[in-house]
């Protein structure tokens, strides 16, 4: 149980474009999802909470115009790095907490833009 | 607000050596303590975590952390390692688990490399 899954695993976008990142739960219902972002050899910076149904809460330095966060049911989150640039290239990991509170991590999702 | 230390950013041993990662936390009235695996290219896998009672706590592929409130200190352990042990380990604090999810503080991760 308790399996958070992430699409695509791997993306490559030309810079300026968009690209969506999914984040699901698919066996449980998710109150909270958490965005991070993972530079090499680096530990994990959370960049936004979201709940389902509002607004998310970013982190301090994370630009919420450029990476959105949809929360729209209590099994799917979505993180939209908007006019992404080289240095958005990153590896970003999802996590869903169930009703006890625990994180769930998600595969991650490897962004290189070009 | 909560702060982990991991002082080692990389530990090298032997196969079938045993190995200690060392964490350490900044006190707060309730912790919550867990260790986390990351292999290249995947997202964190759980490893063992402590919510309360016996301060010493067995995870998956042999792990085990015991809890330290004087010192503050939860680190973990493994008697016998493997190569497949090669990895990534993070470990975490949540000042409070609660329904809606409660931020965790990573550690900034210790490189465990296995050799033969």
């Known amino acids: 149980g308790a399996v958070v899954s992430q699409h695509p695993s791997r993306v490559i976008c030309k810079s300026g474009t968009s690209v969506k990142i999914e984040c699901r739960s698919l066996?449980?219902?998710?109150?909270?999802m958490f965005w991070y972002r993972q530079f090499p050899k680096q530990s994990l910076m959370l960049m936004a909470t979201?709940?389902?149904?509002?607004?998310?809460?970013?982190e301090q330095g994370v630009e919420k115009d450029k990476f959105l966060i949809n929360h729209a049911s209590l099994t799917l989150s979505t993180l939209t790095v908007t006019s992404a640039h080289p240095e958005d290239s990153s590896f970003y990991i999802c996590?869903?907490?169930?009703?006890?509170?625990?994180?769930?991590f998600g595969p991650g999702t490897r962004l290189t833009v070009t | 607000a909560q702060s982990v230390t991991q002082l080692d950013s990389q530990v090298p041993v032997f196969e079938e050596a045993p190995v200690e990662l060392r964490c350490n936390y900044s006190s707060s009235v309730s912790v919550y303590l867990f260790w986390y695996v990351q292999y290249p290219n995947q997202g964190l896998q759980l490893l063992l975590k402590?919510?309360?009672?016996?301060?010493l706590v067995k995870g998956i592929n042999g792990f085990e952390a015991e809890f330290n409130k004087s010192q503050t200190s939860f680190h973990l352990r493994k008697p016998s390692v493997h190569i497949s042990d090669t990895a990534e380990y993070f470990c975490?604090?949540?000042?409070?688990?609660?329904?809606?999810?409660?931020?965790?503080?990573f550690g900034t991760g210790t490189q465990l490399k296995v050799e033969l």
């Open positions: 975490a604090a949540s000042a409070k688990l609660t329904g809606g999810g409660n931020k965790l503080t």
């Open positions: 402590y919510l309360s009672g016996s301060t």
């Open positions: 979201s709940n389902e149904g509002s607004k998310a809460t970013y």
């Open positions: 066996d449980f219902q998710a109150t909270t």
């Open positions: 996590s869903a907490t169930g009703d006890r509170g625990e994180q769930y």
